[in-house]
């Protein structure tokens, strides 16, 4: 895309196309600034734009991939604490700090947009303490510790609003609705959760309305006059959203806008849900009154894009089972397409699913190479929920919002992808304990045994600091901006995470599968079976990390059994076993508490965070590596690393309750150069759904080019990759995640 | 019955339609000197070393029957004229370094690998056999190709033609397309590019063309050896093998393709301690080969 010219700027009209094609530079330039103010940002692009140069903060603090980062906060902000610790909890003081974070939150209007506004500043970075001191919990620590457990407490966001509450109310109508429940719900914690979204409501039309104003202001100093009109535009919308509904597809927009980025600010939410139905309606209204082309719909569709990397779901079954591709649904992916951009949207595939949208989703992965969108296996993972008594038409309704998770739009609460068991911390810990009781035989299949005591020890307590954080975190860091467009917050004056909602599905994932698979596979052959080292010899070996005169040949001798994904194979056996034995153990009883568990087999990119804890491993893993990925083998599980292995084991070991476990695939570009590579490609992601898949992260890098970018990033700002379940500009990534980019690609 | 595999690619996506598995069978009549896949040309299983993996352990030094391997100066030799290709040396090798080319599979299990995929064959791809040359174990490609019929697998043959007419015929029944290798028409220059005379490949293609089932020709088209006029002639060839299918009634597709050359099997060559011919050949652009097919394609109506 070119750049577009002073001269250019200043003509009578420009063409959408020449609009988006200055908000991609735009975006470039504000990446830029990111990797020069923050480096690396190992995480979702979240469409931040940065504040002003002289209102920049500079902290130090821990990512949300644990390591350490700089973020950016706002110079004139500052938390009023209502706790000797310095932190701010409970609903009245986050939503009074909110408030006021929103009163100042600096503006941001690019005339080339037909939307308004930006996610500038984390107000999470601001609390610290996140956690409550006076809510330790001791008696969960040891477990946590001992397994290396994430256990979720204090997680935030991670499950679906219902945008069509808000789309019907606009804040005016929600702030009545509070006003109406207030005085039906007069217990102590109800008048504090009112309090908090009350404040966050009032916040939030004070930040719009500045908006309404700071456009009004522009418009009038604007040369353009096709700008001047759509800052005129936009001046006029904002005033209307600070109370009224949306009416138009442009206003439907601009109000989705408006609260998902607020939902990054409060707490970094990215969940959309169905963009193509939300605003449906809208298009349809608009089409109908001559109001509104598709190629203007486009632009409006990447002004929003451009500002919200949010996930979403294209297409898929109503609750009968009917396939809901629409117009709209082909617009949001063209608009993705024109944009080349890290964006989260996901195109249903099922049984009654669009072909159409489909191949068109699998051409512009071709033509972009940016890793969007993503493949959803719809009706396995609906006909997966019923798994849990629920019925299918519940399932249905269950859409992909996040990362690699679904929800049930503002009627549950799932702690999604915030609840991890290390499979691989685990089995550490049960190789630890197994070889120190000298009354067993050591053997890979007794060792699973003690594997099977630890995990079940593991997932219980995991289990149960999951119900500690159902029974604080309302008094902690309540979901105040969730829960505005949740079915029974407000109704019932109590915050989703505490009884707002009508179901808790509570979301446990494994991380690590393949490391533990390939594990025992390689302890079974090559000490059970051809008896060449002994076990003392190789826990030795463990502890010393492959140091030492033959280390290095042990290493490469576990190492080079045949691996979990190869087909097959011993350590395929293992994987399913793992997985079937983690899937199990979730299933076997709910929370103390009573909640419902939903396994999945997920690391996000955390695999690497996660790897830090563990020693070595059997599997000719070094200590301190990364764990395999997701339900991924690790790269190099075959010489040929065909895609069709991979896509046949990540099927196979999918728990099959609703949650995913999705495949993560690198293809190279030379499918695509084929006449049907096409065609080829959604045979492979229709084949891999068929065969009980859940969901497809695809990248289609170029080697070379990837290889060059690790070594220069600055030679490649545009390029795209699909990390995990969020896509990222590859140069923003850090090193070590660039490098599991890389070894994916390179299956080395 | 069993045969000889040297591997068996799944997600093969550039021998036939669709996502396929390709079985590769050791053995080839001809020897083309930029032969992408040199492992497959000797009927013998060979061993394959990689000296850039290698950590000279000396493991292999000790279990080798046959005094193979040498470590002199730090440097791993082989005496290659040794090597009965046991494996015993590979099972010690962990860090692959060494591998055999050529493991004798029976039918069951090279079918057990080929299923695996079986649920990704059926938007039209498949299983092909290739090589090497599969017909030189024609019974055993039969066998195989039996079988995928009797789980309704699609299947293709890749040959370079230079085999008995008989041994064609018998995997015709079991055969769903044929892929082909044209490379030359003058026979003497055929002989002095792959080491034997093309008549008997002529006329199978002949032969073929008689056949009601859908042929791919192909052509490597190699620098030096036929890209030029020699296309051009090959492209009267393939007319001709088209006119006399019409007349023959057939319905079936016949088509022609190019095969760029690439250098990439330069490592293959030196984990076989053999000489790369190839090396030294130019590449050629792919808007000049574009460019040729164009020419041809104009000339011949094809």
Redesign the interface.
Known sequence: MHQLSEVECHRTVLTFDERIASLYQTKLKHTQEKWEAIGSMDFDDHGLVLPEPESRLPIQTISGSGVPITDILLKEYSIQSNHPSGGVFGPRAVGSNFRRLLELHPTYIDPMSSLAGAYRVNFMSYRNPAWNPDCAYPHLEPQIKKYKLIPGIGAVQHFCQDLSIGLTLGWGGILDKIHRFRTINVDDEAQALYDGLEATVLGIQNWIGRHGDEAARMAAQEENPQLRQNLIEIAAINRKLVTDPPATFREGLQWVLWYQIIGKMYNMGGSLGRIDQLLYPFYQRDKFKNMLTDEEAVFHLASYLVMDTSYMQLGGPDENGVDQTNELSFLVLEAAHRLKIPANIGVSVGKNSSEELLRRGVEIQFADHAGMPKFLGVDNTSEGFTRNGYPIELGRQRIYSGCHWCAIPGREYTMNDCVKINLAAVFETALNDFLSDENVEPSAENLFACYEKHLRCAVQATAECMDFHLDHMYNDFPELHLDLLCHGPIERGRDASHGGVEFYNLCLDAAGLATVADSFAALEQRLDREKRLSWKKLKETLDANWSGGEG??VR??M??VPRYGH??TPADDWGIRIAQLFTDLVKEKPTPHGFNMIPGIFSWAANILYGLDVGATPNGRFAKAPISHGPNPDPGF?K?G????L??IVAVVQPGYGNTAPLQIELDPG?VR?E?GV??I???I??HF??GGTQINLNIVDKQKILAADKDPNRYPDLVVRVTGFSAYFGSLSPEFRRMVVDRILQE | MTGKIFHIQRFSIHDGPGIRTTVFLKGCPLSCFWCHNPEGISVSSELLYNPDKCIGCGACLQCCPNGVHLMETDQHILQRQNCTACGKCVQECFSGALEIAGLTLSVEEVMQEVLRDQAFYSRGGGVTLSGGEPLMQAAFSRAILQSCKEHAIHTAVETCGDVPWRQIETILPYTDLILMDLKLLDSDRHRAAVGRPNERILQNARLLAQQELPIEFRTPVIPTVNDGEELLALAGFVTELKQMRTRAGIAAELRWEWLAFHRLAGDKYKSLGRAYRAAALPLMPLSQLQELRKRVEREYFL
């Open positions: 290095e040949r490469l001798m190492r080079s087909g097959g075959r040929d065909a895609p069709t292995a896509a046949n499918t084929l049907n065609q080829l959604v045979g492979y229709r084949t068929e065969l």
